[in-house]
Each structure stands twice: as C-alpha cells, then as structure tokens.
C-alpha cells in the first residue's frame, strides 16, 4: 500500500512511463516485500517551465530527472529504505533506461493507522 | 487546514469533480470538525498511462480509483482518523457516486508549527 | 534536497511560475541554509475545477492562492520553519507579486534515511 507520486518532464512515450511504473513495483516487490499487486501510483507529467532540477550533492542531474515521493508504512527500517533505493535505481536503469544520476527518491512515513485501501475502513489500524 | 491532493483518472465531468470536493470538505466537517470554509484541495487528472492501480488487500479496484492524500495535524486521534475514512467513502459513494472499493485515503501527519495558512506566519505554532 | 511540489490554478505566464521557482529557491538558501543548486520543485496547473481554496483562518485568498508542500529533513527548527514562511511570503510577493493572503505552506518532514538524491544511495541516512 504504499502510495508514489512521480513527475517527470513531459514528452516520454507512454512505455517509458508504463516501464517506471513497472520497475518501482518490482522494486517495492523485491525490497519492500509488499503484496502482489500493491501498486498505488500516479506519474504528473510537466512542462520544461513548470519543472526545476539542480545539481546540489554533486550529482550530474539531467532533464530527464525523475522525483519519486513514496508515502509508507513508518514501520520500514534504514536498511529495507535502503535496498529499495538501491533496487529502484538499478531497475530504472534496466527499463525504460534512467540514468542513475536522475533518480531521486523521497520516502514519507505514515503510521499503520493513516491508511484506508478501501471501503472507508482503517485496515491496517 | 488539512491540504489534499487528489489523483483520479482523466475524463470526468466538472459536476463530478466538485462533488468529490464538496464531500471531502464535508467529511472533514463532520469527522475532523475543521473550521468553516477550510477548504484545501486540488485535483490532478491523468490519462491511463500515467495512473496505476492493483488490486491488493482483496479490493476490487476500477478505473475511478481515487487517491485522497490528507496532510492533516499530527494531533488527530486513531478514532477521528477513522470517522474521517468512514465518512469519506459514504459521502463520496452518496456524491458523485465512487464504489467504496474505489477510495483510497492516506494521512500524512504534520505538526502544528509545519503550517503557514496565509501572510507568512506560523499560525499554529 | 528538500523537495517542493507548488499548487496553482492555471494560466498564469511562463515567467510568473519561473519567478515562484527563483523566489523558492532564495527563501530556502536563506532560511534553511540550502547548499547552491539545491533545487527540486515541480508545479501543477490546475483548471479551476479541479481547485479548491477557502478562506478559513480569517485570510482572504483569491485565486491566486499558491499551495506549497515542502518536504524536508525532520532535523529543521521551529524557528528555521518560521523563518522559512516569512522568507516565502515575502520573496514571493516581491517576485512574482504573490498577495501574502495567497501563500500556503505545509511543511512535510522526513528522517535524514529517507532521502535518496541520485545514485540509489541514501546519501545522509
């Protein structure tokens, strides 16, 4: 259940966009250990003047960045975040071919209590 | 205060848009007991390419899914969380009709001092 | 490596919203002590369907009201968070020419081990 926003620049032809969604499922699968079929994702596509990279921490970002905000469970350790930053970046520099330097991930902590998948309830309370 | 971001797939009507706002806005009247006209949303629309949803934890999902992303007071107790997911998937089935499968809501807890509501100040700080 | 999604209603010029990222951008070196190029922002434009503002908390917003989530290390100050509203408000009325009743910030904060600034590492876990 964990829930992504992603935005990128507009312009990818949709199988690049339908292989990050892909590649950030299998890496939850495989880092996360999260369900099958536990995909919550929405990609917001923006124009170059709505859009704004840098290149602070030394990394040789390029328009092809892409920002990934991941909301989870608060219950996630350093090295379970870890593997998962780790495996998002190798598979989506697999498919659709993202550079690692464009690959910037932010992980926000909810409690088990801040979730509802469905039907009103408090599944995981 | 609470500021939501709403995601749903692209191609509703206008009516059907506002009724999403106007129930949201009256589930936290109801549940979160939130101040006259407090009132803080946006939608984002997204062709199919760009949403993703699966269907974990035994929900039946459709394409009108919705994404609630409630960043909210960290002061809110696990009882009002959950009136406030109850009310959200009656009222959003009432008007404009979402299937409870198709309601999903995530809290982000913020603390009082994380908010400025207009003029630069900390008002709850 | 704080990292800024803005909220707005749309039509507003190519330069207007280039103005919120500079103004942004000058308030966080100034408040938070950002290093140089520390700049991850994305803006959505959104239809007036799909925005919802309220003038709750005694503000009279219009319009323009701007929505800014800030996520950012949970190590900041109250008085880093104060400094950073006033910095916003101000540097956002200067440039672009935001009214001070339209600037809405909400802070996020996320563990230094929740950040993943390119590479797939976590650079400051």
Redesign the interface.
Known sequence: ?P?L?I?LRAGKP?AY??AI?NSL?RAMREALN?????????????DA?????????G?A?SDDVV?I?I?VFNTRT?EQ??AL??????LLGESPGVR????????????K???????????F?
């Not at 999260?34 to 923006?46: C, L, N, S």
């Not at 003047?49 to 921490?57: D, M, S, T, V």
């Not at 930053?85 to 190798?90: D, N």
């Not at 209590?113 to 599944?123: D, I, K």
């Open positions: 259940m829930l926003q935005s949709e966009r339908q969604f499922y999260v369900p099958e079929d536990d995909q919550f994702m929405a990609i917001t596509e923006h003047a709505n859009f704004r990279y840098g290149n602070a921490y990394v970002r920002y905000q909301t350093v975040k870890k930053f780790r495996r998002i970046a190798e690692p330097e464009d690959v910037f991930v932010n992980i926000v902590d909810a409690a209590e801040n979730w509802s998948v469905g039907h009103g309830l408090a599944q309370a």
